[in-house]
């Protein structure tokens, strides 16, 4: 439409994730510890509070012991190392957790011993990308513009039952797929009444048109990706890996779910954001590499973060607090000991929004149905004892 054609600055979001997952983590409760009075008390209060925090996150540093061989005393220098930076992180949540002015509550949850430096470096910068692309090609209208519904005071599509659980990108930067299929499982389910878990892997493995898998990439990409492939794989036939691998032709061409494109939200508009959201879960780019976002445990998060998006999460609701302040529900990817539960509650603000939250949302458009599940088993032949395989019916 007439929409004049806008430069924008894209940028391949990722956070490249760093350490081993901790992979006994649950719930955000136990494997987050917070920081009592007494723990900074003293050296070896603070020393027994990285022992406890070492049990749930390394379990194989906390009974090391000095063997005195080279190896094993640049060992130590590291433990050494990461100590002190643990220490330090301790005391900064200590003090932010002590304040009166802040409506969130910070963790020592698996980055605590990531100084924010490397933090951001490992997930942020050394990833980023910024590209500059004229126009685009679908994307460029904006369908809630003329809504004139009252916006609800509060939604919230994990209730209405348009949210997988929560996914964990592992050691590879590909935010930028977890977030679209955020948005896509959504708009499905709310089209077709189903919610299938769909396929981060075949975004990171086949949409290499721009984006570049665990190296970052765009929502906005991807969605058309989805469209121009004629749909997108469910998770169980093209199940997550954390790696960059070959595309896989005979998964790609699975469809589970067909969308027709995608439309860009308004920026800088909180309004316009609202109304989307209040229809569909909506994919976002955010600023996620600050110390505070790295902690961040519970409560309504407004810490300081600035417009360098850097990732890429998914809107699923929005709501008020009992102290009156609003706040966007998202859902991140980083596992379910991140956060509340994998979820962080961001201020609500106006113009570019908490971490540019604002600046560069977009949701995907579905009006096709989805192919029917008869479809989907022609490619695979039926044998006489009832195993089954997939092969393209074709060859
Ligand atoms: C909204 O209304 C205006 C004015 O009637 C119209 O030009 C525009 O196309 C409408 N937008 C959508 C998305 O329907
Ligand atoms: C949105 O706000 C940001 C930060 O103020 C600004 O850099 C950007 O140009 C704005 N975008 C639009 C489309 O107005």
Redesign the pocket.
Known sequence: MATARRFVAFLLLCLLPLLPTTSAASHGDSVVLGVADEDIQSESAIFSLYRRWLAIHRPHDINYRVTGRDWDLGRQNTLLKRYNIFKNNARFIHASNKRTDVTYTLGLNKFADLPNEEFRAIYTSSTTRVLRQQGGVMGRSFMYQNDTQPLPASVDWRSRGAVTGVKDQGPCGSCWAFSTVVAVEGINQIKSGQLISLSEQELVDCDKKVNQGCNGGLMDYAFQFIAENGGISSEDDYPYTATDNKCDLTKKHLHSVVIDGYEDVP??STDALMRAVSHQPVSVAIEAGGIEFQFYWKGVFGGACG?NLDHGVAIVGHGESKEGIKYWIIKNSWGSDWGEDGYIRMKMNE??GLC?IN?MASYPVKSTPNPSKAKISDTLIYLPTGRKFGQPLAS
Do not use: D, F, P, S
Request: hydrophobic share 45%; no cysteine.
């Open positions: 920026a800088n417009t113009a570019e540019g600046m």
